[in-house]
């Protein structure tokens, strides 16, 4: 059996996989997926998180867990996994980026973005007035995040959105071959998502190889097909 640690994406937290740790569970896996500082429940005043903030909260929870872990980064998850592999990389068993922004050393996650300057993602986002969080259009949210999610399920997820500290977008990630590049790598590019569209996340990918799986859906696989995203991370686990 396998242990997963699973890290949501922009405004989101822990609850994100909510649907995806169950099933996990259920078939005898060990999940972790915790709120990022500032997000979900967690108290932290989201103005003042860092991305060694985000790192230092999952490195002692990586450092507490006996076995190697799939480390699961969704969105702009993507980019605190990567630091997080730089300075634990003894500590897991594989990477995996799902529709995530996969950077390439001393670049930002708004780097990354920037490679689609007509992104939906770059247009519906709304900065704070003292810059230092952002949020999304709401009007935008369910076609950018949520369009293939059920009603029920989108309603819930926009309700628990939080301001998104900005400074993960901003800062450069400092990644090495021997501790970063020596975790393997997936993908698992989602075809329909409107967020980071697929094209850009084929971008990222050549630029830093990866295993690629591909899933017929948005933004949100974790709530559109929950199960199909299962059997991907436990093939993944058992590679």
Same mark, same amino acid.
């Given at each position: ?84 592999? %730089?300075? /634990?990389? =003894?500590?897991?068993?594989? &990477? ?7 950077? !390439? $050393?001393?670049? +930002? ?42 009603? %029920?399920? /989108?309603? =819930?997820?926009?309700?628990? &959105? ?7 977008? !901003? $800062?450069?990630? +400092? ?13 698992i590019e989602c075809i329909f998502d409107n967020a980071i569209r697929v094209k850009l996340q084929r971008l990222m990918v050549k630029a830093t190889p990866c295993k690629v799986i591909t899933m017929e859906c948005g933004h949100s696989p974790f709530f559109s ?15």
């Amino acid at each position: 059996m396998a242990t997963f640690l699973l890290v949501h994406g922009a405004c989101a937290g822990g609850w994100a996989w909510e649907k995806v740790v169950p099933l996990l569970e259920a078939k005898g896996h060990k999940v972790c997926a915790p709120d990022l500082p500032g997000l979900g429940k967690d108290q932290t005043p989201p103005a003042v998180v860092t991305l060694a903030d985000n790192v230092e909260k999952l490195a002692r929870l990586l450092d507490k867990m006996d076995d190697q872990v799939v480390l699961v980064g969704h969105s702009l998850g993507g980019i605190t996994i990567s630091q997080l592999a %730089e300075a /634990r990389r =003894r500590k897991l068993k594989a &990477l995996v980026y799902l529709c995530a922004l996969l950077p !390439t $050393t001393g670049k +930002t996650g708004r780097d990354m973005t920037n490679l689609e300057p007509d992104a939906m993602f770059r247009l519906s986002r709304q900065v704070s007035p003292d810059g230092k969080t952002y949020t999304f259009s709401r009007d935008k949210l369910p076609a950018l995040f949520y369009a293939d999610v059920s009603p %029920e399920d /989108r309603y =819930r997820a926009m309700e628990r &959105l939080r301001p998104q500290p900005i400074s993960i977008s !901003t $800062t450069p990630v +400092t990644l090495t071959e021997d501790r970063f590049g020596s975790v393997p790598r997936w993908y698992i590019e989602c075809i329909f998502d409107n967020a980071i569209r697929v094209k850009l996340q084929r971008l990222m990918v050549k630029a830093t190889p990866c295993k690629v799986i591909t899933m017929e859906c948005g933004h949100s696989p974790f709530f559109s097909n929950p199960e199909e995203l299962v059997e991907h991370l436990e093939a993944i686990a058992a590679a």
